[in-house]
Nanobody, 123 residues
Framework: QVQLVESGGGLVQPGGSLRLSCTAS????????VGWFRQAPGKGSEAVFC????????YYAEPVKGRFTMSIDNGRNTAYLEMNRLKPEDTAIYYC????????????????RGQGTQVTVSS
């Protein structure tokens, strides 16, 4: 079964950190284009970070530059989004998505996505 499952969201204070995980089954992340997206209340979906072609191609949104990083653990077939110096405006549902045969970023369109995990940044 082809699927992505996220975990790691939660409530964090401004300036804090969180790490989101996205575990794939049924396909190999390192052969895919994999991205993280977020959707804040009342807003459209935004591409946050992406890697493709075995990390040769990367993309990140300007608002997260220098604060977020993305990595893939090939052994665990899991992608991570490390989020540091979080701000209230980072509050959103975060989800990962993949184009199983893709080689470019951002991952749009994608052919599989996870259910999403809530990240809330608030004091």
């Amino acid at each position: 079964q082809v699927q992505l499952v996220e975990s790691g969201g939660g409530l964090v204070q401004p300036g804090g950190s969180l790490r989101l995980s996205c575990t794939a089954s049924g396909f190999t992340l390192s052969y895919s284009a994999v991205g993280w997206f977020r959707q804040a209340p009342g807003k459209g979906s935004e591409a946050v970070f992406c890697v493709a072609a075995s990390n040769v191609v990367t993309y990140y949104a300007e608002p997260v530059k220098g604060r977020f990083t993305m990595s893939i653990d090939n052994g665990r077939n899991t992608a991570y989004l490390e989020m540091n110096r979080l701000k209230p405006e980072d509050t959103a549902i975060y989800y990962c998505a993949a184009d199983k045969s893709g080689t470019t970023c951002p991952v749009e369109p994608y052919d599989v996505r996870g259910q999403g995990t809530q990240v809330t940044v608030s004091s």
